[in-house]
């Protein structure tokens, strides 16, 4: 996906590589096909196994690559080989980092509790081109959703079991109406092919443009 000259890969699960300004961007980086090293900036969003995922990282990072990672993540993270540059960050930060604006917001679950509020775990606004993306990180519906201002482009799970299901993700879809929402967390783990076109169909009853990617 292009977003007016950013280049949005969906990498499977919740994966993301972003290119922006000649910057490759990660978001929790898992099951990588192909080892690139190319890494300027990588967001973790909590420490499970398939968003912080030491094996996949070290395959990403370079020599002083910038890893914005909550602090849960600090521990593996520092077992990585390569020499980076580890920046913590805690829920409610709001950081410039280069030429990117970094908002650290909530990720929890309701009625569950694979992801406790306790944690405060992440989700990232990453505004980067002039763009603000909306990267949930492992979430129910929230109701800090509806406070995120505006979002072009919004990344949420639509698998059910850890996260919202593709119902739920198309209410959280409607309080933060994107500019475009994007289904993720499915096809892995758990979750469908079924669950992002039920997810990008209510989107479309609602009024909000989804779109389903594919996998890079």
Not at 151 to 160: F, H, M, N, Q, T
């Amino acid at each position: 996906m292009n977003l007016n000259g950013i280049e949005i890969q969906w990498l499977g699960h919740a994966s993301f590589k972003i290119v922006a300004a000649g910057k490759n961007i990660y978001i929790d980086p898992f099951q990588i096909k192909t080892k690139t090293n190319d890494a300027d900036y990588i967001f973790l969003t909590h420490p499970h196994y398939d968003h912080c995922s030491l094996e996949d990282l070290q395959k990403v990072v370079k020599e002083g690559t910038k890893i914005i990672l909550q602090i849960d993540c600090q521990s593996k993270v520092a077992r990585l080989s390569t020499k980076v540059d580890m920046i913590v960050i805690s829920l409610g930060d709001k950081r410039k980092i280069d030429e990117l604006k970094i908002e650290a917001v909530a990720a929890y679950n309701i009625g569950k509790e694979f992801h406790p509020k306790a944690q405060q775990w992440l989700g990232y606004i990453i505004t980067v081109a002039g763009k603000r993306i909306y990267h949930s990180g492992d979430a129910d519906v929230i109701p800090e959703m509806e406070n995120l201002g505006h979002i072009d482009l919004a990344l949420l799970p639509v698998s059910g079991t850890y996260v919202m299901t593709a119902e739920e993700a198309a209410q959280a879809a409607e309080k933060i109406k994107p500019i475009i929402a994007i289904p993720m967390h499915y096809s892995s783990i758990v979750g469908s092919e079924a669950d992002a076109d039920k997810f990008i169909s209510l989107c479309a009853k609602n009024g909000i443009k989804a779109e389903k990617m594919q996998k890079s």
